[in-house]
């Protein structure tokens, strides 16, 4: 997945279905589903093959699987025998659908920092961050301490200090990082160590640069050496841009730079660290200039894709099944560890999707029931570059290989691997009223426990068709602690669990391939997903973010529509706006509408500026809380990262 997943969504517990239920739901839609039973053969069991599939995506040679390895592309060879053997034919592009993605950033030639009559070297002295913005800076240099603002705990780097066209000095994470009585949370980094939210706070004061640096004592004797080494550049998109340059330096740089001033790192953090208030100054007479340079990099990746023909009357007619094979490589920006430079080999996120996917095609290819059977084609999907955007499922969408007025429905798979206590989640399911039926239906032969709702939005590849009037699922077995860490490794995973959901999968597909009249599509306004307006947060907006606009860098956040009754919808916003202000600070991403609305409570009026076409416009919206306008409260994200990154 795209997004830290503890979703916020109105569950609606099935249960084990019973007699009565099967019943009702052998009328789905006026006709009786088709049944069959699906028969092991010489590739062994169901758990057999999610075991091969799953396990094969995730091993080490396929260097998790991010976008520009090696591995990649090798998931993408193993996927396409995998689909030919299943018995899944070639679509007019054949088993791949190629596409040019972005894979990050790199240094160009224009990076530079000095001082005074010193030159600073790349890669040894300095380094831009990933998510910096590029352009030149000048100006004298100001210490801001830690470079935060946390009102709520009455801390402020900021205070009376004036870095207007100014280059600020701050350190990273977060004052009393070891101590667990501190009140910014010393047992693990509050969102005010988030380098990200310094750049914002910088940004917003008035600062030409931020420059960091990595405090004197947050690594024992140890590993002094690996926290001195300057981090390696990384990025999650281009309209992730700070809005200012962001580099950081060396040690040995920073202090020579307060060493101007007759002061030492080592005493300055001490003294924050003891009684956690500011120390920020200006360095007199220290004037420092650069240069950040970053370029775009992109790489060309495929879609896997294989068909099912339809037949007779249903043939034009699509179902499609997906799952995102890709997944964060070492890691980086997306990792809940990204400091750890380890292979992330995603297990359940997502080879435990593409297993099942695999496992449900192979049996629905191999049991075609009556032949004269009319049926929909069944177009199975295994999307890359997930991670860094729906960049596959936008890309499949925009150019659609069977006709998307011709797809009834779209069923998503992402992160399927952690059956617990028979738990199924299916969100989405208010996308269309028949779901529960066709769920309940084929969740007792599974012993299957099914919690269905929301709509159709959230941060995975059923978004796109959702947004394109498409009636989506999307199976889900529940967040955990290994989520977008080295530690979701094959070993977590549930393979008769999988194997039980690609048996479940394989009959709802068949229902859908078979009954005559399609789901019927609802625009829902359930709100079950964060989005990147904060929710668990306090404050909520009530927006839905369009996440295909992630791909484009026109700054502000572009919406797919608004909760109807939320403060949005109550603003006057609609879908299409692009929020570029709010609380009358600049608003360039996600990044930026989630500090803003983390700085404001339930209740307060905040100003909003949205173009729409070609005008400008300002309105108003009263802040709500979450829980009271939504089906339930939302989960906390990870600190460091809005939910659609």
Known sequence: MSAPRNPSWSPRATGRVGSAAILVGLSFLGCPPVFWTPTPDRTGTHSDCFAHVAGTLASDDMQGRGIGTRGLERAADFLVEQFRAAGLEPTAVGYRQDFRAITGVEPGPGNALGWDDETAKLGRDFTPLGFSSSGHFRGSLVFAGYGTRADEIGYDDYEDLDVQGKVVL???????????????DGKRPSRWSDLRYKAHVAREAGASALILVAPPETAGAADAESEERLPLIRAAGPLSEAGLPV??????????????????????????????????????????????????????????????????????ETVVVGAHYDHLGFGGSGSMEPGNLA??????????????????????????????????????????????????????????????DGTVAMVNLDMVGRLREDRL???????????????????????????????????????????????????????????????????????????????FLARILSDLMHVPQGPTYTAATSGPFHLGDTRGYGSYLGTIPD????????????????????????????GGDRIVSMAGVQVRNLYDMTFVLREHRPGEVIEIEAVRGADLLTTSATLGRRGAESPAPDSPSHPSEPAPD
């Open 425 to 503: 989640l299916v969100l989405g399911t208010d996308s269309a009223p028949e779901w529960p039926q066709i769920l309940n239906r084929h969740a007792r032969p599974q012993g299957l426990v099914i919690e269905s709702g929301g709509d159709g939005y959230g941060p995975s590849d059923q978004l796109p068709f959702y947004q394109r009037g498409i009636p989506v699922a999307h199976l889900f077995t529940g967040s955990h602690l290994e989520y977008h860490t080295p530690q979701d490794d094959i070993e977590t995973l549930n393979p008769a669990g999988g194997a039980r959901i690609a048996a």
């Open 247 to 316: 580099l950081q330096v060396s040690r040995r740089i920073a202090d020579t730079w307060l060493r101007h001033a007759g002061r030492r790192a080592r005493e300055l953090h001490a003294e924050i660290d003891a009684d956690y208030v500011p120390r920020s100054f200006e360095v007199a007479g220290l004037e420092i200039s650069g240069s950040v340079d970053l370029k775009v990099t992109e790489t060309t990746v495929a879609n896997i894709v294989g068909l099912l023909p339809g037949r007779g009357a249903l043939a034009n």
């Open 547 to 574: 996440m295909s606009a992630m791909l484009r860098s026109e700054g502000g956040v572009k919406l797919a529509g608004v909760r109807e009754g939320g403060p949005a919808h109550r603003a006057g916003l609609r």
């Open 170 to 184: 701050a350190w990273r994470y977060e004052p009393g990082e070891r101590d667990a009585a501190s009140p910014f």
């Open 343 to 404: 292979i992330h080999n995603g297990a359940d996120d997502n080879a435990s999707g593409v297993a099942a996917l695999v496992c449900a095609a192979r049996d629905l290819a191999r049991n075609t029931g009556d032949p004269g059977a009319e049926r929909r084609a069944l177009l199975a999907l295994a999307f890359t570059a997930e991670e860094v955007g729906l960049a596959g499922s936008t890309w499949y969408v925009r150019h659609p290989l069977r006709a998307l």
